[in-house]
Structures are given as structure tokens and as C-alpha cells.
């Protein structure tokens, strides 16, 4: 395992590096870096998901909304 404070201070560029190809669900994001790392970094929903309502109070991304309202798929805002 990676150390806890390697995987805290790289959480948001990693998620801007990833999102930065496209839009992705939290799920696929966590699958998707726990491949990359080769199992090393494993991301939890609970982990993940406070992150990215952080990054987007940030005005870094932003969440698109499905057709039911709820929060679907993180996407990149460049400003």
C-alpha cells in the first residue's frame, strides 16, 4: 500500500488528470486509479465522492445532474 498521506495530497490531481480525458462516473474513477496504481491505491465511495463536492464548491469541476436530478457524472470545468 501506498502511504495514506502520498494518496491524500495526490486525490485531487489525480481526479483532474482523469477527468481531463472525459466525463466519469465516481465508480469509474475508482476503478480506474485503482488499475492505473496496480491495486496500490484503493478509493472508497466515502473517500472519494466528499472530494469531489469539495473540488466543485472549488469551482474546479463540475457535476452534471440526470434526468431524475440526482448527481451523475463528474465533468471538468476549465474557467
Not at 501506498?2 to 486525490?11: D, F, G, N
Not at 491505491?41 to 473517500?47: L, R, S, V
Not at 440526470?66 to 457524472?73: C, F, L, M, P, Y
Request: glycine share 10%; hydrophobic share 40%.
Amino acid at each position: 500500500m501506498i502511504e495514506k498521506e502520498l494518496v491524500a495530497a495526490s486525490t485531487e490531481p489525480l481526479i483532474l488528470s482523469l477527468l481531463a480525458k472525459g466525463e466519469s462516473y465516481g465508480y469509474e474513477l475508482i476503478q480506474e486509479v485503482k488499475a492505473l496504481s496496480g491495486d496500490k491505491i484503493k478509493w472508497t465511495d466515502g473517500m472519494l465522492y466528499p472530494v469531489l463536492h469539495r473540488m466543485e464548491n472549488n469551482g474546479w469541476i463540475k457535476v452534471a445532474l440526470g434526468g431524475d436530478g440526482k448527481r451523475t457524472q463528474a465533468q471538468i470545468l476549465f474557467n
